[in-house]
């Protein structure tokens, strides 16, 4: 029964949040726009040269990815803090853990997602071959999911602080050092025609990893900024 | 047991524990990081390869070594401060934090000064360095953290999260990095920490990491004290005097 009532809650929280992002799409938009921005300064800084830009493609598309969705997750939970919305899922009984991580999710298919399914387009530009789409995509999918949940913790611990966003990156950047790895890792590896399976392997190792453990963190963080 | 532990946890008693602790760490302290800085430096015999060099390692791998060791006293302090809502505990996770990232400045600093001889450039993207690096940022990210709040028990709280975070992922982080490196050098540039050292030269590296170890005691019992200080400012038993 009570399961029930849990599921049907953050069930729940999962679609108001995408009803609430469809309403202000543009907004929605800007984490992608910002990628897409990101992407081209690399070209610009360095060669207009595909051959040499190719070598780099893989990590410059990832660290785009990382930070467009670093850009995005600041606000994940400021507006429900600050109109109460969060103190009634505290106050609820429903474990705060799932109504988080379905928050989390919705964010994650509302600005992870678009940047996966873009990442192919943006990588094609920067001389990204063919071959290499399937670890791209592979790897972005599980490394935005896992920042989404890293980044919600550092959201949860920030929520009540002035200029939050640089603080933000300030934590989850360094916590986000090993998806860059093994995602980069993983795309070069697939260009140079071997099997990107290891790191993938590995990337969803970090992913169930954050997955089992992050809501803990995340309802103890926003506890402690919701409790004065 | 529980008596004594509140006993002990409560601030005058901490404070005064503290101040009778602290020259029993800092004269010992200073008296083994001298000696071991003269057996480092004068007794042991030079390396074969790297002759004179390899001395900072006495200073380089000991600091390494207290960067992680403090990060871990850290985290387990604001652990028992969370869990236990034990405010002496925090108090010593804010008091270590400044410690481990100044050790984990100096173990970078002296590995790039140790870089210049042996690899020919300041900085290496080697993989204890690189760790060293990311694992700085985990201490400044935690002492920003700390510092941005107002309230102090939000402070506390909010960075005990953090701390524990950080320590799940300092070892994936460490060996994601370690694997970062293999994959793109062979295992050559390791050579110069291998693991067959002379005993000989071994000796003084013990002291010393005791050496700091005792050094790091007196810190943190000078560095608390402040700590209890600045927290109880207004609590009657400072106005009463000791």
């Known amino acids: 029964m009570r399961r029930a009532a849990t599921t049907a809650a953050a069930n729940l929280v999962f679609r108001r949040d995408l009803t609430l992002a469809w309403r202000r799409w543009d907004e929605v938009a800007q984490p992608l726009i910002f990628y897409v921005v990101v992407t081209t300064l690399f070209p610009l800084a360095t060669t207009p040269d595909l051959s040499q830009l190719r070598v780099i493609s893989g990590g410059v598309v990832w660290v785009a990815a990382l930070l467009a969705s670093l850009l995005a997750l600041e606000s994940l939970f400021r507006s429900d803090v600050e109109d109460g919305t969060m103190e009634q899922w505290v106050l609820s009984g429903q474990p705060l853990g799932w109504l988080l991580l379905a928050k989390v999710a919705s964010h994650w298919v509302l600005t992870g997602l678009p940047l996966v399914i873009m990442s192919p387009v943006v990588g094609t530009a920067l001389g990204l071959p063919f071959d290499a789409w399937g670890a791209l995509v592979a790897s972005l999918l599980l490394g935005t999911a896992t920042l989404s949940i890293l980044g919600g913790i550092g959201a949860a611990l920030t929520v009540g602080v002035r200029r939050g966003s640089v603080l933000l990156s300030l934590l989850v950047l360094p916590l986000a050092m090993p998806l860059l790895i093994f995602g980069s890792r993983a795309v070069g590896m697939a260009m140079d025609g071997e099997s990107p399976a290891g790191p993938l392997q590995l990337l969803a190792a970090i992913f169930f990893l954050t997955l089992s453990l992050g809501p803990l963190a995340m309802s103890a963080a926003i506890r402690i900024s919701v409790e004065n | ?242």
């Open chain 2, 1 to 242: 047991m529980w008596l004594w532990f509140h006993k002990f946890a409560s601030p005058p008693h901490a404070y005064r524990l503290l101040g009778t602790l602290a020259p029993w760490f800092g004269w010992p302290a200073l008296a083994t990081i001298l000696l071991a800085t003269w057996w480092g430096l004068v007794k042991a015999p030079a390396d074969y390869q790297q002759g004179d060099a390899f001395r900072i390692l006495y200073v380089h791998a000991p600091s390494a070594w207290m960067s992680m060791f403090i990060y871990v006293v850290m985290a387990i302090a604001a652990a028992v401060g969370l869990i236990w809502r034990i405010k002496l505990a925090h108090a010593a996770a804010a008091a270590a934090a400044p410690i481990g990232a100044s050790f984990t400045f100096l173990a970078l600093a002296t590995g790039s000064i140790w870089g210049k001889p042996m690899w020919g450039t300041w900085w290496v993207w080697d993989a204890r360095l690189t760790s060293e690096l990311i694992l700085l940022f985990l201490y400044l990210g935690y002492m920003a953290l700390r510092s941005s709040f107002d309230d102090p028990q939000r402070a506390d709280r909010a960075s005990a999260v953090l701390a524990i975070v950080g320590v799940i992922n300092v070892p994936i982080i460490h060996y994601s990095v370690e694997w970062w490196t293999t994959l793109h050098q062979p295992a050559s540039v390791t050579k110069i920490d291998k693991p067959s050292i002379a005993i000989a030269m071994l000796y003084p590296l013990f002291i010393m990491i005791l050496g700091f170890q005792l050094y790091f005691g007196w810190a943190i019992s000078r560095r608390l004290r402040g700590e209890i200080l600045r927290r109880e400012r207004n609590a009657s038993w400072l106005k009463e005097g000791r």
